[in-house]
């Protein structure tokens, strides 16, 4: 713990220095004095308790260690103590999301002192070697720490938000060098002294990725892999293709060179040289663009051919061999059908045109690009490519994916001169993102589906609340006060009991009592002290005040001495007034809900309803937006047996669409949803065949 807070110790001040500078330029760049003041309170409050901060991180730190020392069972972090029913707080889970993908990142950043860490404190616990989740001293530990370090603080999710990023770029920063200290220390003790780093990542399945998420699911190995022998199918499926372009070209409808046949051949080396003369050309960063048109080959290859016209020497003419003349083509193929699958205003369009003479100078130096599906450059166009598609081009999309989109192909643009190895590292570190994306899209969808689980809960326990309440009021006539009481907060107070305790439970039925007490005909001549009791205790917890509690029990004695009688004392004007509605969502009296009845269903419509109710969570389906046929992708995350509320979500897990099994059955009967059948392989290997039988159907006609 000496090492952690000498480390700690030096970089959370450095971390604290920077969110107070952060947050005075933002107050001084402050849209409006309201939200100036807001900043300036915030850094105040930091500068008043910014000493607490670094020990209380430490002292956080520290208990997860006290832990492993006693040798009780690991844990995973606990969350802070947040208001109730915090799963439809969307500023919890936007907190929760940016812990997680900070110590996410930070895990893959050190991986490999992290297994070392995690053996060795295994040792030390007397336990196999720890989770990352709940490693003392990892990064998920660290987060919480900090996340605990900032708790007594008044501040807005948003700043919340932006110290942590802070303190991802300046103290997460540096365990590596933390870790190194460690793992160096345990085994200067003899703790493991001898361990190596043994995991090993297992390069992604040349099958088709899950719709669920892009491709690659598990980051490929950073070494250069044994070379794969070329499927069997594959070897045979670019045989025809060759076979077919020969056909084609003898027969005059293949491209025509500009240059004559007596030209002098144009050598591998000319090629790749010309070619990479004109991919830096291309380098220079780009933004993607929603109006970039699709790719031209015909464009491409004239443009080729003119420069193969000066390229020789003393400026003479180059003319291509068969073989590089069939390559271009079906590279040129290839980039047709990606471009033609991917939407109008795609934004993938724009990344995968610069995709396109990287790759075609790999395909020319390696044919095994098209017979090995395991190929790095193949499998990096296939995630640019299906990533694009499902992840970048709606509305909703991750501008985080966007730029590391971006980055990749810039990269590739710029940098490929030849190595293969730029491609691994850049799938691998592709790969590394999208598991980043994978875990939070998994959290966030498990947090709405844990959040339409509470309303479904609440929905039910306000209904039977409702239905209780109603049956009250029709055994007596109560006075206008008591109405009041009963149809709003007292509903509530009872739709609680129902949530906490069930319909059956002892204090719902003290509940329900009350209200019959207060309605029954003949009324009391004043509330007996149990009645009182349970009015203040059930009021106070659907957030009623204590003295507007008060005055509201005062008015019902003089509304009901009145009932009885007894000439009512004069009263404040808002004795009687409605306590209004403290939990969940405003409601209507109960008398006065009246709700339409739903259509019918018909045959088809019902024989469908039954079909979805075996659907499982997680199914895919397509959305139809417009008679112009856009469309959108939503997952089934969850379904309610009770309401059949449906609860879909997009890609990154967030909610988009709410309605119930009954109207997703009657859009799918008239067509405009339907279920979406996964791809059985890669968008290339569906390109190849296409191909194929394109140039069938040439030869043929």
Same mark, same amino acid.
């Given at each position: 713990m000496r090492t952690a807070c000498a480390h700690f110790g030096a970089a959370l001040p450095q971390a604290l220095d920077e969110i107070d500078r952060a947050l005075f330029k933002l107050a001084e760049r402050a849209a409006s004095n309201a939200q100036q003041q807001t900043l300036f309170e915030s850094l105040g409050e930091l500068r008043r308790k910014r000493t607490d901060l670094v020990?209380?991180?430490?002292?956080?730190?520290?208990?997860?260690?006290?832990?492993?020392?006693?040798?009780? /069972? =690991?844990? !995973?972090?606990? #969350?802070? %103590?947040? $208001? &109730?029913?915090?799963?439809?707080d969307p500023s919890v889970l936007e907190e929760d999301l940016a812990l997680r993908e900070i110590a996410g990142k930070s895990e893959i950043r050190n991986s490999q002192a992290l297994y070392a860490i995690a053996h060795r404190l295994g040792v030390l616990g007397a336990t196999p070697a720890l989770p990352y989740e709940v490693l003392p001293l990892g990064p998920a530990r660290l987060v919480e720490a900090f996340r605990h370090a900032l708790g007594?603080?008044?501040?807005?999710?948003?700043?919340?938000?932006?110290?942590?990023?802070?303190?991802?770029?300046?103290?997460?920063?540096?365990?590596?060098?933390?870790?190194?200290?460690?793992?160096?220390?345990?085994?200067?003790?003899?703790?493991?002294?001898?361990?190596?780093?043994?995991?090993?990542r297992p390069r992604p399945a040349a099958s088709t990725p899950?719709?669920?998420?892009?491709?690659?699911?598990? /980051? =490929?190995? !950073?070494?250069? #892999?044994? %070379?794969? $022998? &070329?499927?069997?199918?594959?070897?045979?499926?670019?045989?025809?293709?060759?076979?077919?372009?020969?056909?084609?070209?003898?027969?005059?409808?293949?491209?025509?060179?500009?240059?004559?046949?007596?030209?002098?051949?144009?050598?591998?080396?000319?090629?790749?040289?010309?070619?990479?003369?004109?991919?830096?050309?291309?380098?220079?960063?780009?933004?993607?663009?929603?109006?970039?048109?699709?790719?031209?080959?015909?464009?491409?290859k004239r443009e080729l051919f003119d420069r193969l016209r000066k390229a020789g020497p003393h400026g003479s003419a180059l003319r291509l061999v068969d073989d590089d003349v069939d390559t271009i083509e079906l590279v040129g193929l290839l980039f047709e059908y990606i471009g033609a699958n991917l939407r109008a205003n795609s934004g993938a369009r724009a990344l995968l045109n610069r995709l396109h003479v990287p790759v075609l100078r790999v395909a020319l130096g390696d044919r095994s690009f098209f017979t090995r599906r395991s190929h790095p450059a193949r499998e990096l166009l296939n995630t640019i490519a299906e990533t694009g598609e499902r992840w970048i081009d709606e509305s909703d999309s991750d501008p985080d994916l966007s730029a590391k989109m971006r980055l990749v192909v810039d990269s590739v643009s710029a940098d490929y001169d030849g190595d293969l190895t730029l491609f691994e590292n850049l799938l691998s570190d592709l790969g590394r993102h999208m598991q980043l994306l994978a875990r939070r899209a998994e959290v966030f969808e498990r947090r709405q589906v844990d959040a339409a689980r509470g309303r479904e809960k609440l929905e039910v326990a306000r209904a039977t609340a409702r239905g209780a309440i109603a049956q009250a009021l029709r055994d007596g006539s109560p006075t206008d006060a008591v109405r009041n009481l009963l149809d709003q907060a007292w509903t509530d107070a009872l739709a609680l009991s129902a949530l906490r305790h069930g319909s059956s439970s002892a204090e719902f039925r003290r509940r329900l009592a009350v209200a019959s007490a207060l309605v029954r005909s003949g009324g009391p001549a004043a509330l007996d002290a149990a009645i009182r009791q349970e009015l203040e205790a059930g009021l106070g917890e659907v957030g009623v005040h204590a003295d507007d509690t008060a005055r509201l029990i005062a008015g019902l004695d003089r509304a009901i001495e009145g009932a009885a009688g007894t000439p009512p004392q004069p009263q404040p004007a808002d004795d009687t007034a409605p306590v209004k509605a403290r939990f969940g969502e405003q409601i209507a009296p109960v008398e006065a809900a009246v709700k339409p009845q739903p259509i019918p269903l018909n045959a088809v419509e019902t024989a469908t309803l039954e079909r979805l109710?075996?659907?499982?969570?997680?199914?895919?389906?397509?959305?139809?937006?417009?008679?112009?046929?856009?469309?959108?992708?939503?997952?089934?995350?969850?379904?309610?047996?009770?309401?059949?509320?449906?609860?879909?979500?997009?890609?990154?897990?967030?909610?988009?669409?709410?309605?119930?099994?009954?109207?997703?059955?009657?859009?799918?009967?008239?067509?405009?949803?339907?279920?979406?059948?996964?791809?059985?392989?890669?968008?290339?290997?569906?390109?190849?065949?296409?191909?194929?039988?394109?140039?069938?159907?040439?030869?043929?006609?």
């Open positions: 020990p209380r991180f430490l002292q956080h730190a520290e208990s997860t260690l006290a832990r492993l020392r006693s040798g009780a /069972p =690991p844990q !995973a972090p606990a #969350p802070l %103590p947040t $208001p &109730a029913l915090e799963l439809v007594d603080l008044d501040f807005g999710v948003e700043r919340r938000v932006h110290a942590c990023r802070i303190f991802d770029r300046t103290a997460m920063a540096t365990l590596g060098r933390f870790y190194e200290t460690i793992n160096a220390q345990l085994a200067a003790r003899g703790i493991l002294p001898h361990l190596h780093w043994s995991a090993t899950s719709a669920e998420m892009p491709p690659p699911t598990q /980051p =490929p190995s !950073a070494g250069t #892999p044994a %070379p794969e $022998p &070329a499927h069997a199918d594959d070897a045979g499926l670019f045989d025809t293709l060759y076979r077919l372009l020969a056909t084609r070209r003898r027969r005059g409808d293949g491209p025509a060179q500009a240059a004559t046949p007596s030209a002098t051949p144009a050598s591998r080396d000319d090629l790749q040289s010309l070619l990479g003369a004109l991919q830096r050309e291309q380098s220079a960063p780009f933004e993607a663009r929603g109006d970039e048109p699709p790719h031209d080959t015909a464009q491409f109710r075996e659907v499982p969570f997680g199914t895919w389906f397509v959305f139809t937006l417009n008679q112009q046929g856009a469309s959108v992708r939503r997952k089934l995350a969850w379904f309610s047996t009770v309401t059949r509320r449906c609860l879909f979500v997009n890609q990154r897990g967030a909610r988009c669409d709410d309605r119930t099994l009954d109207q997703l059955a009657r859009d799918i009967v008239r067509g405009q949803v339907r279920i979406e059948v996964p791809p059985q392989s890669s968008l290339i290997d569906r390109a190849w065949k296409a191909i194929v039988e394109a140039l069938s159907q040439q030869e043929a006609s």
